[in-house]
């Protein structure tokens, strides 16, 4: 079952939004409320960590820093 990211929507200026996990089945509705305050929540999108390629078997990243550049601190 995954994980999901959830976040509180302020309802004032200024009040920080809250994040929490809350493990659910992929067929369930994302929430809309937080399950103890009742405060609305949206799901925050979250990043994967696979490497999507073509047909290297190795499994690692090409040389010269890959597609998001060298110097970015993710390989």
Do not use: N, W
Request: glycine share 22%.
């Amino acid at each position: 079952m995954p994980t999901y990211v959830y976040e509180t929507i302020p309802q004032f200026e200024g009040e920080p939004a809250k994040r929490f996990e809350i493990r659910q089945s992929m067929k369930d509705a994302p929430l809309t409320q937080h399950p103890d305050s009742g405060q609305p929540v949206r799901r925050v999108p979250i990043g994967g960590t696979g490497i999507m390629g073509g047909g290297s078997s190795g499994g690692s990243m090409p040389s010269g820093g890959g597609s998001c550049g060298s110097g970015c601190g993710c390989h």
